[in-house]
């Protein structure tokens, strides 16, 4: 099991942008296709973004592309994900996650990040 814990979170304005990572450690990270996953209040934790074992493989959440980034960096056993043009008056919690497809891999969820853009 990957123990992974999340950062980077916080209130931006409309608009803005935020740099999220993933802090992976256990079991050898580089091994895992990754993924990240949000959580709005009130509703179901969604697929964001999926990045491959090696980092060459992306794609992106219909609702996300072309304003979000998803990277890796193994040498760091660390994801990340930049995040642009936030809307405004959004809020949810990000997590990152082992991924198979769009689906979650490990059972077992960090403490996630908040991000809450202003409206």
């Known amino acids: 099991q990957v123990q992974l814990a999340e950062s980077g979170g916080g209130l931006v304005q409309a608009g803005g942008s935020l740099r999220l990572s993933c802090a992976g450690s256990g079991r050898t990270f580089s091994n895992y296709n990754m993924g990240w996953f949000r959580q709005a209040p009130g509703e179901e934790r969604e697929f964001v973004a999926f990045?491959?074992?090696?980092?060459?493989?992306?794609y992106y959440a219909d609702s996300v592309k072309g304003r979000f980034t998803i990277s890796r960096d193994n040498a760091k056993n660390t994801v990340y994900l930049q995040v642009n043009s936030l809307r405004p008056g959004k809020s949810a919690i990000y997590y990152c996650?082992?991924?198979?497809?769009?689906?979650?891999?490990?059972?077992?969820w960090g403490r996630g990040t908040q991000v809450t853009s202003s409206s």
């Open positions: 996650n082992g991924a198979n497809g769009r689906a979650e891999i490990f059972a077992s």
């Open positions: 990045v491959s074992e090696s980092g060459v493989v992306t």
